[in-house]
């Protein structure tokens, strides 16, 4: 990463994407639902209106400058402190961007926006897409995702649907399981006929493993978490859920490069310290010092959630 970067972050490793350079195209936190699992706190005011948030070419050029010093890289990601297909012009940046890399380029979004029809060309060129889909019925859409008023679960499933039959690319729908709330057989059933209907080329089981400010969510069991998965198998391939895993390695300033991460979303204590103690393979004791050092700066706090110790921001 290149020091002093407001948009681009990363890049960050994870078994999904890979090396992945992220891009935040909004402020935080901008959105059009209040999802019960947010790492980003509640939503305090609804965003439905799409905008411009930061000038287009301003965003393009930390991409330019990030390209010629990140290497390896299997994606750009574009994700947003909130709803990122609220940012108008994300097609203008996804086909700029494909004009200077082979990277392929992915968009995470909840998917909310899709109904309309020119949020739906604006994605046409990325090379995957991955909006979320999280119950199969209006009750437990509105209780999971907690759209703004106006949006609905009937107009979110006929968006995918109609991206689905527009868009050539890789669609891979995320699901989030929790337990306790969408995880019986019937929520799972609910689910899996939604999903037939729109034809994901795959379908990302993920889990709250990262504490949710302000909200009570649940791990599954892993009984119904195999259950999940058998039900959701028998209408698209169904990729299980795994712990991303962080690469600092090529981080000219791990302060720097830890801040962009924590401040988008909590890392686990564990995952940091085995991220730093990549960066020194030949010094066992070093990531012990580095750790005490970066929380030194008081940037960070901790915070336990399902009995793990994650780093958070701290305000102010
Ligand atoms: S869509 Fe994403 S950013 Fe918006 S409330 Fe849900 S989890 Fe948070």
């Not at 994700?79 to 890399?101: D, Q």
């Not at 019937?186 to 037939?196: G, M, P, Q, V, Y």
């Not at 991220?275 to 915070?303: G, I, S, Y």
Request: aromatic letters at 8%.
């Amino acid at each position: 990463m290149v020091d002093g970067m407001k948009y681009v972050f990363g890049p960050v490793s994870s078994k999904r994407l890979g090396q992945s350079l992220g891009v935040d195209l909004l402020p935080s936190k901008s959105c059009t639902w209040n999802c019960l699992y947010c790492q980003l706190g509640k939503t305090r005011n609804f965003v439905t209106e799409r905008q411009e948030f930061f000038p287009r070419e301003e965003i393009l050029e930390e991409i330019r400058q990030s390209l010629k010093v990140s290497t390896n890289l299997d994606w750009i990601t574009f994700v947003g402190s909130g709803e990122t297909l609220l940012y108008k012009g994300i097609g203008w940046l996804i086909a700029e961007t494909k004009k200077l890399t082979n990277v392929p380029v992915a968009v995470i979004t909840n998917g909310s926006l899709l109904y309309l029809p020119e949020v739906r060309e604006e994605l046409l060129f990325a090379d995957a897409v991955l909006p979320s889909l999280n119950a199969g019925s209006e009750e437990l859409h509105n209780k999971i995702d907690q759209p703004a008023s106006g949006l609905t679960f009937q107009q979110h499933v006929d968006g995918l649907v109609a991206f689905r039959s527009e868009y050539k690319g890789r669609l891979w729908i995320e699901v989030m399981l929790l337990g306790g709330i969408n995880d019986s057989d019937e929520a799972l059933h609910d689910l899996a006929s939604t999903l037939k209907t729109i034809h994901p080329d795959m379908v990302h089981l993920v889990l709250p493993t990262r504490p949710a400010p302000e909200q009570q969510v649940q791990l599954p069991s892993d009984e119904r978490l195999e259950r999940a998965i058998a039900i959701l198998s028998e209408v698209a391939t169904v990729v299980h859920p795994l712990k991303g895993s962080m690469d600092l390695r090529s981080a000219p300033d791990l302060l720097e490069a830890i801040t962009a991460i924590v401040s988008r979303h909590p890392v686990q204590q564990r995952e940091l310290h085995k991220a730093v103690a990549d960066c020194f393979p030949n010094d066992p004791v070093k990531a012990d010092v580095v750790m005490q050092e970066l929380f030194a700066t008081a940037r960070f706090k901790l915070v336990e959630y399902n009995g793990e110790l994650y780093w958070v921001m701290r305000e102010g």
